[in-house]
């Protein structure tokens, strides 16, 4: 297959929803009016000053921004040890997105306001969480509890069970859990459920997604309010440094934080991108690597990577980290694969756990996994590289919620690295 190179990383997607050959509008017929009603109403929306400023003035004092760009001096100077056994010259200077220091403790919340207030001015009463990790249902229960929205979130059964901590704080928050015990009890039988609400109650509910996936125009909408950390990025970098940054990292679920972070660097040659994802036991074994280890098909309304096998049936993704075993990404990520623009490397649960252990002792920052599977990343790639090379991780979440299943992994292990 040739691709041809367009003349801006930027432009997509296309009238149709399209990335290249990824993206688009599969949905069913019910839901079509639906969709082409969301896209009229988000770009008659998204330029309107009115809206803007809402959505600045809340992502400001609601959520904390901007978020610190951190310069990791502990972790830089252990990488350039580590280097400089390994008879490298290298060591890359490490900078963090404090994507963690948001207000719910993640890049979740962004797009999250950013659709609620679409939501309200389309006179939406009732928001639908789009299942799956409890991160985004926490977001979506705290931006409706703030605006006085209904609020119901479909959830397997059997993530419920796994994910009792944020099913607590989705309830505190006053939204609906609804457990969802068809199929395998988990995502993809959730998010069936929802879609079929959301058909159902369509005159006063919105669909909320919580990553740059699903049909047009959900992935660019998603894309468009998680840009803020790039630009943030962008304008901190030429604070601090004087310049733009060498490197972008950051961690891909279905591929949100990863989309904010790169969009504003696409046209700038110079800086090189790489999207890591889940390798969980390994490529060749169980993993959520939909990029690496999959290939393109339709799932969620869309067109991109999926994992399935040989029969084209999807395969549940395995991660450590609930936030990274979607089995599909979003379709951006798909092109940028195939255009070449952005590197996409994986990590596997134990790498990553290896990462959030040193970033809690070097730094004094625990991560969460999701991002800790892009810094085991930038801890090689950052020896292969000079010095005076700017790195930035996009350390999208913090580790809080993930602490039992550390613990739990670690009796028995040792760190990596360190004595
Ligand atoms: C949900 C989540 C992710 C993965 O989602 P993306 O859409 O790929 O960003 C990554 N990090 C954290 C902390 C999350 O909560």
Same mark, same amino acid.
């Given at each position: 297959? *040739?691709?041809? !190179?367009?003349?801006?990383? /930027?432009?997509?997607?296309?009238?149709?929803?399209?990335?290249?050959?990824?993206?688009?509008?599969?949905?069913?017929?019910?839901?079509?009016?639906?969709?082409?009603?969301? %896209?009229?109403?988000?770009?008659? *929306?998204?330029?309107?000053?009115?809206? $803007?400023?809402?959505?600045?003035?809340?992502?400001?004092?609601?959520?904390?921004?901007?978020?610190?760009?951190?310069?990791?001096?502990? =972790?830089?100077?252990?990488?350039?040890?580590?280097?400089?056994?390994?008879?490298?010259?290298? #060591?890359?200077?490490?900078?963090?997105?404090?994507?963690?220091?948001?207000? *719910?403790?993640?890049?979740?919340?962004? &797009?999250?306001?950013?659709?609620?207030?679409?939501?309200?001015?389309?006179?939406?009463?009732?928001?639908?969480?789009?299942?799956?990790?409890?991160?985004?249902? !926490?977001?979506?229960?705290?931006?409706?509890?703030?605006? #006085?929205?209904?609020?119901?979130?479909?959830?397997?059964?059997?993530?419920?069970?796994?994910? @009792?901590?944020?099913?607590?704080?989705?309830?505190?928050?006053?939204?609906?859990?609804?457990?969802?015990?068809?199929?395998?009890?988990?995502?993809?039988?959730?998010?069936? %459920?929802?879609?079929?609400?959301?058909?159902? &109650?369509?005159?006063?509910?919105?669909?909320?997604?919580?990553?740059?996936?699903?049909?047009?125009?959900?992935?660019?909408?998603?894309?468009?309010? $998680?840009?803020?950390?790039?630009?943030?990025?962008?304008? $901190?970098?030429?604070?601090?440094?004087?310049? /733009?940054?060498?490197?972008?990292?950051?961690?891909?679920?279905?591929?949100?934080?990863?989309?904010?972070?790169?969009?504003?660097?696409?046209?700038?040659?110079?800086?090189?991108?790489?999207?890591?994802?889940?390798?969980?036991?390994? =490529?060749?074994?169980?993993?959520?690597?939909? =990029?690496?280890?999959?290939?393109?098909?339709?799932?969620?309304?869309?067109?991109?990577?999926?994992?399935?096998?040989?029969?084209? $049936?999807?395969?549940?993704?395995?991660?450590?980290?609930?936030?990274?075993?979607?089995?599909?990404?979003?379709?951006?990520?798909?092109?940028? @694969?195939?255009?070449?623009?952005?590197?996409?490397?994986?990590?596997?649960?134990?790498?990553?756990?290896?990462?959030?252990?040193?970033?809690?002792?070097?730094?004094?920052?625990?991560?969460?996994?999701?991002?800790?599977?892009?810094?085991? /990343?930038?801890?090689?790639?950052?020896?292969?590289?000079?010095?005076?090379?700017?790195?930035?991780?996009?350390?999208?979440?913090?580790?809080?919620?993930?602490?039992?299943?550390?613990?739990?992994?670690?009796?028995?292990?040792?760190?990596?690295?360190?004595?």
């Amino acid at each position: 297959m *040739t691709i041809s !190179v367009p003349n801006s990383f /930027r432009l997509g997607p296309d009238e149709r929803g399209r990335f290249g050959a990824f993206g688009g509008r599969f949905v069913a017929e019910t839901l079509m009016p639906l969709i082409l009603d969301l %896209e009229r109403r988000y770009e008659a *929306t998204k330029s309107d000053p009115a809206f $803007q400023a809402e959505f600045k003035g809340l992502l400001k004092h609601f959520v904390g921004r901007p978020s610190p760009l951190y310069r990791a001096e502990r =972790l830089t100077q252990h990488i350039r040890e580590k280097a400089e056994a390994a008879g490298k010259p290298g #060591g890359a200077t490490i900078y963090f997105k404090r994507e963690e220091l948001n207000h *719910t403790g993640a890049h979740k919340i962004n &797009n999250v306001l950013g659709q609620i207030l679409l939501a309200r001015r389309m006179g939406k009463t009732r928001i639908l969480a789009e299942p799956g990790a409890g991160q985004h249902g !926490v977001a979506t229960a705290t931006a409706c509890a703030r605006f #006085g929205l209904e609020c119901v979130v479909f959830m397997g059964a059997v993530d419920v069970e796994r994910q @009792k901590p944020n099913v607590y704080r989705m309830n505190m928050l006053g939204a609906t859990v609804v457990p969802v015990r068809s199929g395998a009890a988990t995502l993809k039988d959730a998010m069936n %459920e929802a879609m079929r609400d959301w058909v159902a &109650n369509v005159e006063h509910t919105f669909y909320c997604i919580g990553t740059a996936a699903g049909p047009h125009p959900y992935p660019a909408m998603v894309r468009d309010f $998680q840009c803020v950390i790039g630009k943030e990025t962008k304008a $901190q970098m030429m604070e601090m440094e004087g310049r /733009r940054p060498d490197s972008l990292f950051a961690c891909i679920g279905g591929g949100s934080n990863a989309i904010g972070l790169f969009h504003p660097f696409l046209d700038d040659p110079d800086v090189e991108i790489f999207g890591v994802e889940a390798a969980g036991h390994g =490529l060749d074994k169980k993993h959520a690597a939909s =990029l690496t280890g999959g290939r393109p098909g339709v799932l969620h309304g869309n067109r991109t990577y999926l994992l399935m096998d040989e029969h084209g $049936q999807i395969e549940e993704g395995h991660s450590i980290s609930a936030g990274l075993d979607y089995p599909g990404i979003g379709p951006e990520h798909a092109w940028l @694969k195939d255009s070449g623009r952005v590197t996409y490397l994986a990590a596997t649960d134990d790498e990553a756990l290896d990462a959030f252990q040193l970033c809690a002792r070097l730094e004094g920052i625990i991560p969460a996994l999701e991002p800790a599977h892009a810094l085991a /990343r930038v801890c090689d790639v950052a020896q292969e590289r000079p010095r005076d090379h700017l790195m930035v991780l996009n350390m999208s979440g913090r580790g809080d919620k993930d602490l039992a299943q550390v613990a739990a992994h670690l009796s028995g292990r040792s760190i990596d690295g360190m004595s």
